[in-house]
T-cell receptor
Framework: DSGVTQTPKHLITATGQRVTLRCSPR?????VYWYQQSLDQGLQFLIQ???????AKGNILERFSAQQFPDLHSELNLSSLELGDSALYFC????????????FGSGTRLTVV | AQSVAQPEDQVNVAEGNPLTVKCTYS??????LFWYVQYPNRGLQFLLK??????LVKGSYGFEAEFNKSQTSFHLKKPSALVSDSALYFC??????????????FGTGTLLAVQP
C-alpha cells in the first residue's frame, strides 16, 4: 500500500456518460496530481492541486474537470466520454515541493464502450 | 521547458547480466530526477531519485542510477538482472523550480525484458 488510495480500480461505462474518479493522498501531502496513461500517449499530466487550489494544468480536455476538497482528497470528473478516453488514470501526491518524492496510487482503469 | 528522453522502447537482457536503461534530460537549473517502475496492471513504484549530492544514487531492489551533468544523463543500472525485473521503467524530471507548481514530467518509458 503506497498510501495513496484511488477508487474505483476499474470502471466500465458507455460513450456519452460521466464518471468521477476519487483520490485520497498520502497523509500529510498537500499536492495532488492527476495523470492519464494510454498506449499511444504515454503518461500525460492532466492537472495539479495544492491545498485546495489549482496550481498547474496540462493537456486536460474541457470535458474533464477536477477539484480538491478541504480534507485534501481529490476528484477527477470526466464527462461526455468518448472511446478515446479509455485509459489508466493515476493520482499522485507529494508534500509540496516534490523534493521528498511523489507517491502514486494504483490507478483507475477506465474503459469506455 | 523541462523534459526527459528515453531513447529505447525496449531493452533485452539475459538473467544475471548487467542492465542499463537510458535517460537523458533537458532542464533549466538543477534537475530533480526520478526513476519509477510499473509492473503489469499495477501502479508506478518509486525506485530512486537524484536531488543533489553524490552522482551515484542507490535505490530499491538493487537498482542504482548515475547522474552525469556533462552528458545530461541519468541512466538506470543494475549489476545482475533478474527475470522479476521485467517491467516498464519511466524516467521523470520535476518541472518548475520548487514551490507548489512542480509536476513530474515523464519519459515515454522503456520496457525491460529479462530472459531466463
Amino acid at each position: 500500500d503506497s498510501g495513496v488510495t484511488q477508487t474505483p480500480k476499474h470502471l466500465i461505462t458507455a460513450t456519452g456518460q460521466r464518471v468521477t474518479l476519487r483520490c485520497s493522498p498520502r497523509s500529510g501531502d498537500l499536492s495532488v496530481y492527476w495523470y492519464q496513461q494510454s498506449l499511444d500517449q504515454g503518461l500525460q499530466f492532466l492537472i495539479q492541486y495544492y491545498n485546495g487550489e489549482e496550481r498547474a494544468k496540462g493537456n486536460i480536455l474541457e470535458r474533464f474537470s477536477a477539484q480538491q476538497f478541504p480534507d485534501l482528497h481529490s476528484e477527477l470528473n470526466l464527462s461526455s466520454l468518448e472511446l478515446g478516453d479509455s485509459a489508466l488514470y493515476f493520482c499522485a501526491s507529494s508534500s509540496g515541493t516534490g523534493g521528498y518524492g511523489y507517491t502514486f496510487g494504483s490507478g483507475t482503469r477506465l474503459t469506455v464502450v | 521547458a523541462q523534459s526527459v528522453a528515453q531513447p529505447e522502447d525496449q531493452v533485452n537482457v539475459a538473467e544475471g547480466n548487467p542492465l542499463t536503461v537510458k535517460c537523458t534530460y533537458s532542464v533549466s537549473g538543477n534537475p530533480y530526477l526520478f526513476w519509477y517502475v510499473q509492473y503489469p496492471n499495477r501502479g508506478l513504484q518509486f525506485l530512486l531519485k537524484y536531488i543533489t549530492g553524490d552522482n551515484l544514487v542507490k535505490g530499491s531492489y538493487g537498482f542504482e542510477a548515475e547522474f552525469n551533468k556533462s552528458q545530461t544523463s541519468f541512466h538506470l543500472k543494475k549489476p545482475s538482472a533478474l527475470v522479476s525485473d521485467s517491467a516498464l521503467y519511466f524516467c521523470a524530471v520535476r518541472d518548475g523550480y520548487g514551490g507548489a507548481t512542480n509536476k513530474l514530467i515523464f519519459g515515454t518509458g522503456t520496457l525491460l525484458a529479462v530472459q531466463p
